[in-house]
T-cell receptor
Framework: GEDVEQSLFLSVREGDSSVINCTYT??????LYWYKQEPGAGLQLLTY?????DMKQDQRLTVLLNKKDKHLSLRIADTQTGDSAIYFC??????????FGAGTTVTVRA | DTAVSQTPKYLVTQMGNDKSIKCEQN?????MYWYKQDSKKFLKIMFS???????INETVPNRFSPKSPDKAHLNLHINSLELGDSAVYFC????????????FGPGTRLLVL
């Protein structure tokens, strides 16, 4: 996790937008990923972005990539209670494996 | 029609025992992985196999031995279990080996007493 850094916790009110930030180190990663892990469950691929893109939108999810600063963010619009989970940012530096951040625990309050 | 499946889902065992975790994928992928998630939720790659051949071995103790009988299966055998082996072990697969999306299994929660 030392190559990918994320803040550990985020609390957001239901209906508001959530923004989860991530910084990574390897500029050779062709793809950058966001995975979601609900309590007691496995990892679910949420979305990914190709490194030559600045932004990708997928329904309530918006991914922004600043390649110069090696900064990735995930915005969840209209956050719902079902969005409470741990969100992992991941890069693929060598191409064979994923390097994950420590995960951001998102808590949605009513 | 689960894509990546693991058995067992939970495993509780005594220190010193030997245990195996199995993984199967029905996605037709060539590459499979084992990751370990510790109590702080930190995820780290352990092994990767491509078409039954080991391609990643990330300084994991040799008590851990992966085995891939075919490209749809990757099992993990652990000898002489230690308390520190308690974790969640995730299997994953991807189509090839380069910069491709990996799909994860539900995890095996191992508790060593």
């Amino acid at each position: 996790g030392e190559d990918v850094e994320q803040s550990l916790f985020l609390s957001v009110r239901e209906g508001d937008s959530s923004v989860i930030n991530c910084t990574y180190t390897d500029s050779s990663s062709t793809y950058l990923y966001w995975y979601k892990q609900e309590p007691g469950a496995g990892l679910q691929l949420l979305t990914y972005i190709f490194s030559n893109m600045d932004m990708k939108q997928d329904q309530r999810l918006t991914v922004l990539l600043n390649k110069k600063d090696k900064h990735l963010s995930l915005r969840i619009a209209d956050t719902q209670t079902g969005d409470s989970a741990i969100y992992f940012c991941a890069e693929s530096p060598s191409g064979y494996k994923l390097s994950f951040g420590a995960g951001t625990t998102v808590t949605v309050r009513a | 029609d689960t894509a990546v499946s693991q058995t067992p889902k939970y495993l509780v065992t005594q220190m010193g025992n030997d245990k195996s975790i199995k993984c199967e994928q029905n996605l037709g992928h060539d590459t499979m992985y084992w990751y370990k998630q510790d109590s702080k939720k930190f995820l780290k790659i352990m092994f990767s196999y491509n078409n039954k051949e080991l391609i990643i071995n990330e300084t994991v103790p040799n008590r851990f031995s992966p085995k891939s009988p075919d490209k749809a299966h990757l099992n993990l055998h652990i000898n002489s279990l230690e308390l520190g082996d308690s974790a969640v072990y995730f299997c994953a697969s991807s189509p090839g080996t380069r910069q491709e999306t990996q799909y994860f299994g539900p995890g095996t929660r191992l508790l060593v007493l």
